[in-house]
């Protein structure tokens, strides 16, 4: 997030022109120098701070979603030192966002039980809080005038990550940062780059040497943008255009990865494989593992039986140091000429192309140490028939 919401945003704008020491770091609203009285009955200053609510533009909706705060600092206390236990909710050290704060507030306007803005709630609290203050010194005030507006927000997103404040888990998305590439921007390729767009990986490389057709569309995520259809664009450089919107340091490589070029690969944190010819997957695994570069390779079968789809979908896991020949047993090479039966079949269906997708990026947010791990699987297959998931431990 930079500046440019604060000076925007008519709220914010409102708190930093009047004076109020304001951050905004990762969709959270930090404001400093709040004056408060101590238990001994002196003068101290805080920190106030809360997840902002943002409406669909960036800006802070209105009314606000939630009418808590946080503090950091001493106890707030009214003039004679008691804890102000009418707006105390609880007193355990927590974090919030980026801050380790001591005290979770909670005081709801009387009429509306929600701020019609995040400029109320800001002043709401420092009156009650800074009021005490004000009791003993008149001069106590968080508009201090002493400090310019600051923005700090480390994400790869175009807008502010308000969901990672919303939910506090800001420190485990930082885990995903690093760069990955995706091979194959097929129907599962292509799911794949629409959930990572949403992580805080840091940079996404698409490869892919094919043109975007109309029949791409049906198993890939969103609906078609025709502008961008009318030239028949790579498929990368489609994908990149459109998650561009949402996400930075996408870069597209319209080629075909084979052994003559893997070795561009060479610094990529993880690789996903998403390609259907089993003499490109061996020649990409090949070069993966000699490149000690950790990667899932997917898969789908789906064949048309008694008038009904069926088959499975498979994402297997190859860590460096894998036995070549345990690789040669996990992964379906084949031939061109004869690949594996199950996934020669060709047809797509978004649905199943979708389940590869999550099944691979389960698997990598696993080995990030994102989602706990208890199985350390290497290959999980999923039948349709019977509605199951099979696992192969490492």
Same mark, same amino acid.
């Given at each position: 997030?930079?500046?440019?919401?604060?000076?925007?945003?008519?709220?914010?704008?409102?708190?930093?022109?009047?004076?109020?020491?304001?951050?905004?770091?990762?969709?959270?609203?930090?404001?400093?120098?709040?004056?408060?009285?101590?238990?001994?009955?002196?003068?101290? @200053?805080?920190?106030?701070?809360? &997840?902002? =609510? !943002? *409406?669909? #533009?960036?800006?802070?909706? /209105?009314?606000?979603?939630?009418?808590?705060?946080?503090?950091?600092?001493?106890?707030?206390?009214?003039?004679?030192?008691?804890?102000?236990?009418?707006?105390?909710?609880?007193?355990?050290?927590?974090?919030?966002?980026?801050?380790?704060?001591?005290?979770?507030?909670?005081?709801?306007?009387?009429?509306?039980?929600?701020?019609?803005?995040?400029?109320?709630?800001?002043?709401?609290?420092? @009156?009650?809080?800074?009021?005490? &203050?004000? =009791? !003993? *010194?008149? #001069?106590?005030?968080?508009? /201090?005038?002493?400090?310019?507006?600051?923005?700090?927000?480390?994400?790869?997103?175009?807008?502010?990550?308000?969901?990672?404040?919303?939910?506090?888990?800001?420190?485990?998305?930082?885990?995903?940062?690093?760069?990955?590439?995706?091979?194959?921007?097929?129907?599962?390729?292509?799911?794949?780059?629409?959930?990572?767009?949403?992580?805080?990986?840091?940079?996404?490389?698409?490869?892919?040497?094919?043109?975007?057709?109309?029949?791409?569309?049906?198993?890939?995520?969103?609906?078609?943008?025709?502008?961008?259809?009318?030239?028949?664009?790579?498929?990368?450089?489609?994908?990149?255009?459109?998650?561009?919107?949402?996400?930075?340091?996408?870069?597209?490589?319209?080629?075909?990865?084979?052994?003559?070029?893997?070795?561009?690969?060479?610094?990529?944190?993880?690789?996903?494989?998403?390609?259907?010819?089993?003499?490109?997957?061996?020649?990409?695994?090949?070069?993966?593992?000699?490149?000690?570069?950790?990667?899932?390779?997917?898969?789908?079968?789906?064949?048309?039986?008694?008038?009904?789809?069926?088959?499975?979908?498979?994402?297997?896991?190859?860590?460096?140091?894998?036995?070549?020949?345990?690789?040669?047993?996990?992964?379906?090479?084949?031939?061109?000429?004869?690949?594996?039966?199950?996934?020669?079949?060709?047809?797509?269906?978004?649905?199943?192309?979708?389940?590869?997708?999550?099944?691979?990026?389960?698997?990598?947010?696993?080995?990030?140490?994102?989602?706990?791990?208890?199985?350390?699987?290497?290959?999980?297959?999923?039948?349709?028939?019977?509605?199951?998931?099979?696992?192969?431990?490492?």
């Amino acid at each position: 997030m930079s500046a440019a919401l604060i000076s925007r945003d008519p709220h914010l704008k409102r708190l930093a022109d009047e004076g109020f020491e304001i951050e905004v770091r990762n969709s959270h609203l930090i404001v400093r120098s709040v004056p408060h009285v101590t238990v001994d009955g002196n003068l101290a @200053r805080g920190v106030l701070t809360c &997840a902002l =609510s !943002l *409406d669909g #533009t960036g800006l802070t909706a /209105t009314p606000q979603g939630d009418h808590t705060m946080f503090f950091a600092g001493g106890t707030p206390c009214h003039r004679n030192g008691a804890p102000m236990g009418n707006i105390i909710n609880n007193s355990q050290k927590k974090r919030c966002g980026e801050m380790d704060v001591d005290h979770y507030l909670s005081s709801k306007p009387e009429v509306t039980h929600r701020y019609e803005n995040i400029y109320d709630k800001v002043v709401a609290y420092e @009156r009650l809080i800074g009021g005490a &203050a004000r =009791s !003993l *010194d008149r #001069t106590a005030n968080a508009r /201090t005038h002493a400090k310019a507006m600051i923005a700090n927000d480390d994400s790869p997103f175009t807008i502010p990550d308000s969901a990672s404040a919303r939910y506090r888990i800001g420190g485990v998305n930082r885990k995903l940062k690093g760069r990955v590439a995706i091979i194959g921007l097929g129907g599962t390729g292509s799911f794949l780059l629409d959930l990572l767009a949403k992580t805080w990986v840091t940079e996404i490389h698409l490869y892919d040497g094919d043109q975007l057709l109309n029949h791409n569309l049906f198993r890939s995520p969103g609906s078609p943008e025709p502008e961008l259809l009318k030239d028949f664009p790579y498929k990368v450089a489609y994908y990149a255009q459109v998650y561009a919107r949402m996400h930075t340091g996408i870069t597209p490589h319209p080629v075909r990865v084979t052994a003559a070029n893997v070795d561009d690969l060479a610094g990529f944190d993880f690789v996903f494989v998403c390609v259907d010819k089993g003499a490109s997957r061996r020649e990409i695994a090949e070069g993966l593992l000699r490149l000690e570069i950790p990667f899932v390779d997917t898969g789908i079968g789906v064949g048309l039986e008694e008038d009904c789809l069926d088959g499975c979908a498979r994402a297997t896991f190859i860590r460096p140091g894998t036995a070549w020949s345990e690789v040669e047993r996990l992964l379906p090479f084949g031939d061109d000429k004869e690949d594996d039966d199950l996934y020669r079949t060709d047809i797509q269906i978004a649905a199943v192309n979708s389940l590869n997708a999550i099944m691979a990026i389960m698997r990598w947010k696993r080995w990030s140490n994102y989602f706990r791990d208890e199985r350390n699987e290497v290959n999980s297959v999923y039948m349709i028939e019977g509605n199951n998931i099979s696992n192969r431990a490492a």
